[in-house]
């Protein structure tokens, strides 16, 4: 389960989703559900997206969620878009996920996020190859 805002910048994440995915919820807070998904499914989640916000609610197609190290996990999710009690306006979007498959390919690094060294700590290392280099 998720509460992501409407443009789908996660909010709040269940502790689950560590078991499903490898992340901690709060690896994922702020980021958009955008950037975990599989790009050749990119375009079936903006589609629901853009059902979500027209008429409150949308069950996806399956989709890749891709996982922390490496490959990804099927998904399907069951979104609602949540409203305001006092002004009657659109807060939030709650999701129920499930997850249809276990990890994937798991030796496929389709991000820099599935890569267990952080971006900076390659960059380090590249500097160091140059400075040897060099030397």
Partial sequence: MFRAGQDLKLLF?????????????????????YHYVHTQDLMALRWAHQVLLTKGQVTTRYYRFLAKNGGWIWMQSYATLVHNNRSSRPEVIVSV??????VEAKHLKLSIDQIENSPSDYIRSAQTLAVNLID
Avoid: C, F, H, K
């Fill in 97 to 102: 996920n499930y997850a249809l498959s276990d």
């Fill in 13 to 33: 994440l269940d502790s689950r989703v560590a078991q499903i995915t490898g992340y901690e919820p709060q690896d994922l807070v702020d980021r958009s559900l």
